[in-house]
């Protein structure tokens, strides 16, 4: 098979990309889902977008490649190449600079004359040239037409078309914006095709805490939002995480959460089968199908805001049954700024002040085992910690003694 960089697929890179470069470190003998050629040549693929940021570790067992990226040294997310290597027959090709140069003196065409003038100006004066019917025309200006290259009036019994040529604008004086836009936006893989537009673009930025990979789900993401702004149901096709199971789900999408600690992407949805709310891993999604409008969504989205005023991160727990807990912080002299952070972290929390020296967090949430890496934060400060849910409780105190036999060097403790 000829290597080819263009893709049709992209379900297949992403997939390709994650298990090999990100999550598995797999070796080519370790691949058993397609065969050793397709591995190849979706490596090479891969390889000629990412070529720069691609390292690899040899042992007796074999090569495993992986993506290496110090995120202090890039000015831009390269996962964002993968977006812009599309294929396209040619004929696609041939007929887009037909269409474009026929509108490009910015007067509105019908399809029947567009393939007329096809006929009578380009396909008569080449050999060889392809066959080409009104049908292909048209539906190649609607595509058009939805891409926002072209677009559409009618008069009479014929729809006009025309190009939508951008004003002029100066593109440069957005740089900065463009480039914060497209590495810190969820979908900054738009802004990523404005700079290509751009002949010096600005690499001003560097980002300590830089979730590249999450850009490989900005297709899904942009389907989602599409469909929770026109309020439509959706049926999602979805990739079991731990096996290669696929299952579909029908949901009313209500939220996109985003995770500040791992860049993580997340979609909260009321499961219609299930009768409740649930969240779904956008890297699990493998399509997004919109279906009709939801004449209900407003009573939906009364219940995502009660059901998210219990959240603390995105697990409801067994059962969604709330855990009571409370934490008790002792503030020394000068340490105002534990007391701020408290006010600034606490979600749904509350915080109480006790007295000059003394303040007490308190939370309802579905999952407080959740917390427990946040709790962990407090340790020297904390004087009394409380649990409705006696499991989180005993870990929490389980981990400090095990934490404490570990300074000891009590290693039977510790076992």
Known sequence: MAYSELIKNFERVRNYMREFYVYGFKRREEYSIKSARSYDNERRRIESWLSDYMSFHQDVSGKNVFLSVDSRQIPHNPLHKAFKAKSFTAKDITLH??????????????????????????????????????????????????????????????????????????????????????????????????????????????????????????????????????????????????????????ICPLKIYISTQSGRQYLLGYHYRGRRMVFFRLDAIKKVSAGNVEKHYDKYLRYQEKFDRHLWGVSTGPDHNLDHIEMTIHLGHGEEFVLQRLEREKRHGTVELLDAQTCRFTADVYDASEMLPWLRTFLGRIVDLKCSNPLVENMFYEDLRRMDAMYRGDDHAVQ
């Open 97 to 250: 600079f037909y269409i474009m140069d026929l509108l490009a003196d910015g007067g509105t065409l019908s399809s029947k004359e567009i393939v007329d003038h096809i006929n009578d100006n380009y396909l008569s004066k080449f050999s060889g040239s392809f066959s080409l019917d009104e049908s292909t025309v048209r539906k190649k200006l609607k595509e058009y037409e939805s891409l926002g290259l072209l677009r559409s009036e009618r008069s009479g019994r014929e729809v006009l078309y025309q190009r939508t040529d951008e004003e002029a604008f100066h593109l440069i004086s957005w740089a900065d914006a463009l480039a914060f836009f497209s590495e810190e936006n969820p979908v900054g893989v738009i802004g990523s095709f404005l700079i290509d537009k751009l002949d010096r673009p600005s690499d001003a930025f560097r980002f300590k805490h830089h979730y590249i990979l999450h850009t490989l789900d900005s297709d899904v993401l942009c389907d989602l939002l599409v469909a929770i702004d026109e309020r439509r149901t959706t049926e999602l096709v979805i990739r079991s995480l731990r096996s290669a199971r696929e299952y579909q789900r029908t």
